[in-house]
DNA sequence: TTCAGCCAAATTGTTGACAATTTTGTGCAC
DNA sequence: GTGCACAAAATTGTCAACAATTTGGCTGAA
C-alpha cells in the first residue's frame, strides 16, 4: 500500500524503509533520534544485515543520515536544505504537471478525480495517517501518469525528503495540505490548462511551505546551540 | 580525482563504482554485459559484501541493471529512458546555470576558466580518458558552484546516467563534445546573462543528445534480437 | 577539582561459511 | 531427433560469529 516503496516486489527491505519513513511522518520517530541496528533488527524481526541494507537506502533518500561507525539517526534537515529541497520539488512537479497537461485521457481524470474523493473521505473521518499517505500519492500519481521515470523516481525521494522536513518544521496550524488545493490542480488538468495547471502546482507547493517554521524569528529550538544559549543570546547573534 | 565518488572518503564502495563507471564510459564495459560478485571482487581485491555494496549504489544511478537471484549487468538504457535523461538533465542544468548567473564570484568565473582550459589540454593531447572526465567536470562544477545541494546530487545521477547512454548509442562522429561550447556556456556566464546561459546549455545538451543514434531509422544492434535476424529481417519489423 | 589516559561496554563493520535459487548439462522415453 | 525430467554446477542471498571502532566511566596524578 504504501506509495514509498522502494522495489515493487513483496520486498522486506522496502517494508521496512516503509515503516520507518511512517513513523517519521507520524511524528513517531523524531528527527535526531538513534537508529541501532539491533534494535531495528530486533523490532522487525529480521537480522542486522536487512536493516542495514534499509538504512542505506533511506540515506539516499535523505531521510536518514548515516555517519561510518556511528550509526545511523532520522535526518535534520536545515532550514537551507529544506528550501532547496522544496525548490528542487517545484521545479520537477511544474515539468510534470505541465506535461501531463498535454496527454492526460479521460480515464486517468477520473483516477485523479478518485483519489481526490479518498482524500476527502480520509480527511473527514480524521484518518490522519490515510491523509498524509494519500496527499503524497496524489502527487505521484500524477508523476506516474506522465510516465516520465526518471522525473517520477526524482520525485520520490524529493517527497520523501519534504515528508520529512514537514514532519520537522510544521506549525500546530496546518497538519496537512487539504484536498481542495488538489481539486484545483486537478481541475486546470483537465481544462488542459498548461499555465493554470503550472499556477496552481506553484501555489500549493508554496503554501505547503509557507505553512512551515522556516522563517529565522521563529525556528525550532531543534539545534543545540540555539536550545541551549536561549533567548537572551539570540538577540545577539540574530 | 574521479567526480563520480559517492562519499567524499576514501571509501572501498565508491572506488569500485568509479572503476565500473570508467569501464563503460571508456566502452571496456558494454551495456548488458554480466557483472558476477564473486569475478569482480577477485579483480578488486575484496569480499563480495563490497562489491554487492557497489552494486546497489550503482543501481540506484542507473548504470547497473540489478535482477534478484540473477544478478547484476550494465544496465541498457532504452531510447525512450535516453531522451528522459537528456529531458531531465536539460531540466535541472537550465535551472542551475541560471541560477549561477546570479550568484557567480569572479573567483569562480577564473576557475571555471582554468578548467576549460585543462580540457583543451586534454583535447590536444588526445587523452581521452581526460576528456571524457573533465567533460563531465565541467557540468558538476557548475553544479556544485550554485550551492543546490540537491541539484547538485540529481544531476550527479543524471550524468552517469548519460554517460551510459551516450557510450551507448555514440557514433564515430562526435566522441565527446569539445571545449567550445563549454566556453560559450561561461562566456554568458561571466556576462551574468541567464537567458543566455540557459540557451548556451541548452544548445549544448541537445547538441550532445542529437550526435547519438536515437532515432528510429538506425539503433544500434545491441538487442540480441536485431543482432540475430540481420539486416534482411530488419526491413521487415521496421 | 580537573583532565589526561585507559579500560570496559556497546555498537558498527567485516568476513567466510552455508542456504536458496537459477542455469546448465545429461539421459531417458517417445 | 525432440522434448521432458532430473541432477549438477554456478551464482546469488542470508546469516551468525568475529573484528574494529566508538562511547562512557573510572582511576589517578597535577
Not at 106 to 115: F, K
Not at 168 to 181: I, V
Request: net charge negative; glycine share 4%; with cysteine.
Amino acid at each position: 500500500m504504501p506509495w514509498l516503496t522502494h522495489t515493487a516486489k513483496n520486498d522486506v527491505v522496502a517494508q521496512i524503509c516503509d515503516r520507518i519513513w511512517l513513523a517519521v511522518v507520524q511524528r513517531t520517530l523524531r528527527p535526531g533520534a538513534r537508529l541501532k541496528e539491533e534494535e531495528l533488527a530486533e523490532i522487525f524481526g529480521v537480522t542486522r544485515a536487512r536493516v542495514r541494507q534499509a538504512l542505506v537506502l533511506l540515506e539516499q533518500d535523505g531521510l536518514v543520515s548515516l555517519v561510518p561507525n556511528r550509526g545511523a539517526c532520522i535526518a535534520e534537515p536545515s532550514v537551507e536544505e529544506a528550501q532547496d529541497a522544496f525548490s528542487a520539488r517545484l521545479l520537477i512537479e511544474q515539468r510534470l504537471v505541465a506535461r501531463l497537461c498535454a496527454r492526460v485521457t479521460d480515464a486517468q481524470l477520473d483516477q485523479l478525480r478518485d483519489h481526490i474523493a479518498r482524500e476527502r473521505s480520509a480527511h473527514e473521518m480524521g484518518d490522519s495517517e490515510a491523509v498524509i499517505r494519500l496527499s503524497g500519492e496524489f502527487h505521484m500519481l500524477i508523476a506516474r501518469m506522465t510516465e516520465a521515470e526518471l522525473l517520477f523516481k526524482i520525485l520520490r525521494t524529493l517527497t520523501i525528503r519534504t515528508s520529512l522536513i514537514t514532519a520537522m518544521y510544521q506549525t500546530q496550524a496546518t497538519q496537512t495540505c487539504g484536498p481542495d488545493e488538489h481539486a484545483r490542480i486537478l481541475a486546470a488538468i483537465a481544462a488542459r490548462d498548461e499555465a493554470r495547471a503550472c499556477a496552481e502546482m506553484t501555489h500549493h507547493l508554496n503554501h505547503l511551505e509557507s505553512a512551515l517554521r522556516l522563517s529565522e524569528s521563529d525556528r525550532p529550538v531543534s539545534e543545540l546551540r540555539e536550545a541551549l544559549l536561549g533567548a537572551g543570546q539570540r538577540a545577539k547573534t540574530g
